[in-house]
């Protein structure tokens, strides 16, 4: 079915991404870049088209950095002992992510200037947002944040098929946490809360996740979710 197939190349995508963090650091810095400068910039109020164009740059960045990991795979594939033009491949990949983050550095500098100026004459003022912008910030950084720590301790061939810790328990209960936050309301946050662990507990019954995964990952959201809303609130 179109949807089955939709969904299952999703996944791989998702499992690409997940397996070149595990094994180029290079991925992990960028990743780690990313979730700085993107709590920093909701954190001193850059304006919306500020953010939107620091976005668009981390995004780049980090595809020109999973691209050139693919060129190497590749490459070392087709021509597993030195070869010169093997050696030109990797590093007119390398030159181009090299070129993607000094711009984005440069332009990115260019954006936060002022901010960073402000920052050291009068100390950090937080800016503060909406519980839904912080909703919307929550659900990027537990993300980088599962990737990460899927990177560093997964030991399996699949990690999107486990690993520490569960992301769709992390996803869910971050959800949960910002749905009371932004309603108020017990019902719907009760609700809320029922069908995040709904979802954690499916993680078990397909045995995906061990108990500790899951736990792990809903903990990773929740708590997550909560201290940016009190830092950005």
């Given at each position: 079915?179109?949807?089955?197939?939709?969904?299952?190349?999703?996944?791989?995508?998702?499992?690409?991404?997940?397996?070149?963090?595990?094994?180029?650091?290079?991925?992990?810095?960028?990743?780690?870049?990313?979730?700085?400068?993107?709590?920093?910039?909701?954190?001193?109020?850059?304006?919306?088209?500020?953010?939107?164009?620091?976005?668009?740059?981390?995004?780049?960045?980090?595809?020109?950095?999973?691209?050139?990991?693919?060129?190497?795979?590749?490459?070392?594939?087709?021509?597993?002992?030195?070869?010169?033009?093997?050696?030109?491949?990797?590093?007119?990949?390398?030159?181009?992510?090299?070129?993607?983050?000094?711009?984005?550095?440069?332009?990115?500098?260019?954006?936060?200037?002022?901010?960073?100026?402000?920052?050291?004459?009068?100390?950090?003022?937080?800016?503060?947002?909406?519980?839904?912008?912080?909703?919307?910030?929550?659900?990027?950084?537990?993300?980088?944040?599962?990737?990460?720590?899927?990177?560093?301790?997964?030991?399996?061939?699949?990690?999107?098929r486990g690993g520490f810790p569960s992301?769709?328990?992390?996803?869910?209960?971050?959800?949960?946490?910002?749905?009371?936050?932004?309603?108020?309301n017990l019902i719907v946050s009760v609700?809320?809360?029922?069908?995040?662990?709904?979802?954690?507990?499916?993680?078990?019954?397909?045995?995906?996740?061990?108990?500790?995964?899951?736990?792990?990952?809903?903990?990773?959201?929740?708590?997550?979710?909560?201290?940016?809303?009190?830092?950005?609130?």
């Amino acid at each position: 079915m179109p949807l089955k197939k939709w969904i299952d190349s999703t996944n791989n995508a998702i499992e690409g991404i997940l397996t070149a963090a595990k094994h180029e650091r290079h991925v992990r810095y960028h990743l780690y870049a990313a979730a700085l400068v993107l709590i920093f910039s909701y954190a001193v109020g850059v304006t919306t088209l500020e953010f939107l164009i620091i976005s668009i740059l981390t995004i780049f960045v980090i595809t020109a950095e999973l691209l050139n990991t693919a060129i190497e795979t590749v490459v070392d594939l087709i021509c597993p002992h030195i070869n010169e033009q093997a050696r030109i491949a990797k590093d007119v990949a390398a030159g181009a992510v090299l070129i993607s983050a000094v711009g984005s550095a440069i332009a990115g500098y260019i954006i936060l200037f002022p901010y960073l100026i402000r920052f050291f004459r009068r100390g950090l003022s937080i800016t503060p947002h909406g519980s839904n912008e912080i909703a919307v910030l929550s659900v990027i950084i537990v993300l980088i944040l599962v990737v990460l720590l899927k990177s560093l301790s997964s030991k399996k061939g699949h990690p999107l098929r486990g690993g520490f810790p569960s992301g769709h328990a992390a996803l869910s209960f971050s959800a949960w946490v910002s749905i009371t936050i932004i309603t108020h309301n017990l019902i719907v946050s009760v609700l809320s809360f029922i069908g995040a662990l709904a979802l954690a507990k499916s993680r078990l019954e397909t045995r995906t996740h061990t108990i500790w995964e899951v736990i792990a990952g809903a903990l990773l959201g929740a708590v997550a979710t909560y201290l940016l809303s009190i830092i950005l609130k």
